[in-house]
């Protein structure tokens, strides 16, 4: 018998705010986080713009920092969102047996030591010969170059953070499926929790990639907007004049665990997670499946697995879903093709669903987009109104759909909000779709 699976906790870190209240505060009322980037000298590249955190200090989230001295950016972002979740879910006043308490992350990588890095490279090349010379390079690098830091690049670090603050000794995994990573790791956390592994698990993802790799690696691939003098009316998702997304950075993290479990602890369910799809493209490394299958399938997938039929009205009228939070990059490819597979799905019921992109506020969190758009759906049935997304002033014929253009839409006369999806479709070809729903018992 399968378990059913609830959402307890929830925290994040952003380019708008450290706090779940104000961060939803400020998508509903269409705050943009896209400024210059500040954390290296960006005045010659094609994109010198960006949504960092600002303002962010591991001391002022959490008590025990002196533990992770030394911790990388993506890994204290995780920290203090998991925090947040933890307090959240009541977890630090609760028994909870902690071996059956694991993790499932979609942390990237961490920041590279830059100047140790280069330093160490340079120091090593012969110009004249054009060689590498390796005793020369060995000996700057173990001179320049510190092992707790290239430690801290390791994707599991992250992990081994959060398992060491918050005790978590049950099944602990990682994975790198790029922008589809947040919605895979909570996808396979629900799993695990379905199938009975463990009764608790923090769900989330975590990554920075405002760095000088992150950045010309995106700009190399032209994938990202290059309207310097307008930054401030970029990403334009769904728009005709969309050049590309905007780098963010952040975390989101979640406590999911046994319902019963919840329950007999006296924690109360956000929202349940009901449904997971998980595909694979197969068919170019950067470039989306034209006819949108992996999309279409990841989304089946996901409604099947939570019991709708996405192209049947329920018995108030309504589609059965009531937003869906798109993927949604401003790129030419992924909206137009996001927006086909969505058709697929919902036959005839497409274009009234809702249907937004909050990177269009927040920037692409890379591989920590998806928790925390997954957070704006049960932010969305606890409240009852959809965040919008801005910068759409040129709708384009391709995409024809109800994205809540500018303006955030309160659907509580229609009923609220009940169910959701939320869309991660990463580089490589990798789809993951989550469906939550509003916990009834």
Same mark, same amino acid.
Not at 318 to 341: L, Q
Not at 370 to 391: D, F, H, R, S, Y
């Given at each position: 018998m399968t378990r059913r699976v609830v959402i307890t906790g929830m925290g994040w870190i952003t380019p708008l705010g450290h706090d779940v209240d104000s961060v939803w505060a400020k998508l509903l009322t269409g705050v943009s986080a896209v400024g210059p980037v500040t954390r290296f000298d960006a005045s010659t590249f094609a994109t010198n713009f960006a949504a960092e955190v600002r303002g962010f200090r591991l001391t002022d989230h959490l008590p025990t920092h002196a533990r992770h001295a030394g911790a990388g950016l993506n890994s204290q972002f995780a920290l203090a969102a998991a925090r947040q979740a933890w307090l959240q879910s009541g977890l630090d006043k609760a028994r909870t047996d902690l071996s059956r308490m694991g993790m499932y992350l979609g942390a990237g990588e961490g920041s590279l030591e830059y100047n140790s890095y280069l330093?160490?490279?340079?120091?090593?090349?012969?110009?004249?010969?054009?060689?590498?010379? %390796?005793?020369?390079?060995?000996?700057?690098?173990?001179?320049?170059?510190?092992?707790?830091?290239?430690?801290?690049?390791?994707?599991?670090?992250?992990? %081994?953070?959060?398992?060491?603050?918050?005790?978590?000794?049950g099944p602990s995994f990682n994975c790198m499926t790029a922008c589809a990573a947040g919605n895979q790791a909570i996808g396979e956390a629900f799993e695990i929790i379905r199938r009975g592994d463990a009764d608790v698990m923090f769900a989330g993802a975590a990554h920075s990639m405002i760095h000088l790799l992150g950045m010309t690696g995106f700009i190399r691939l032209t994938a990202m907007s290059k309207r310097r003098d307008e930054f401030n009316t970029v990403p334009r998702p769904f728009d005709s004049t969309r050049d590309g997304f905007v780098m963010g950075e952040g975390a989101g993290m979640l406590v999911i665990e046994d319902a019963d479990h919840a329950i007999a602890r006296g924690a109360t369910p956000l929202a349940e997670v009901a449904g997971y799809g998980s595909t694979a493209d197969a068919y170019r490394m950067t470039d989306i499946h034209?006819?949108? +299958?992996? %999309?279409?399938?990841? #989304? #089946?997938?996901?409604?099947?697995?939570?019991?709708?039929?996405?192209?049947?009205?329920? +018995?108030?009228?309504?589609?059965?879903? !009531?937003?869906?939070?798109?993927?949604?990059?401003?790129? +030419?490819?992924?909206?137009?093709?996001?927006?086909?597979?969505?058709?697929?799905?919902?036959?005839?019921?497409?274009?009234?669903?809702?249907?937004?992109?909050?990177?269009?506020?927040?920037? !692409?969190?890379?591989?920590? %987009?998806?928790?925390?758009?997954?957070?704006?759906?049960?932010?969305?049935?606890?409240?009852?109104?959809?965040?919008?997304?801005?910068?759409l002033h040129h709708p384009d014929p391709e995409c024809d759909l109800d994205y809540v253009p500018n303006k955030a839409r309160d659907l509580n006369p229609q009923g609220g909000v009940d169910v959701c999806l939320s869309n991660g479709f990463g580089f490589g070809g990798q789809n993951d779709t989550l469906c939550v729903r509003r916990w009834k018992a």
């Open positions: 330093t160490t490279n340079i120091a090593g090349w012969n110009r004249e010969t054009r060689t590498v010379d %390796a005793r020369r390079l060995t000996e700057v690098g173990m001179a320049t170059m510190s092992a707790a830091a290239e430690l801290e690049q390791e994707p599991n670090s992250t992990l %081994a953070h959060l398992a060491m603050e918050f005790g978590c000794c034209p006819d949108g +299958k992996g %999309a279409v399938g990841a #989304m #089946m997938q996901a409604c099947r697995q939570a019991g709708i039929d996405p192209r049947r009205l329920n +018995k108030d009228g309504r589609p059965p879903v !009531h937003y869906i939070s798109a993927h949604g990059t401003g790129t +030419k490819e992924n909206d137009s093709i996001e927006t086909h597979a969505v058709r697929e799905v919902f036959g005839e019921l497409a274009p009234r669903v809702p249907f937004s992109s909050v990177k269009s506020s927040l920037g !692409h969190l890379i591989q920590a %987009a998806g928790a925390v758009e997954l957070m704006t759906c049960v932010q969305a049935i606890k409240t009852g109104w959809v965040p919008p997304t801005i910068n």
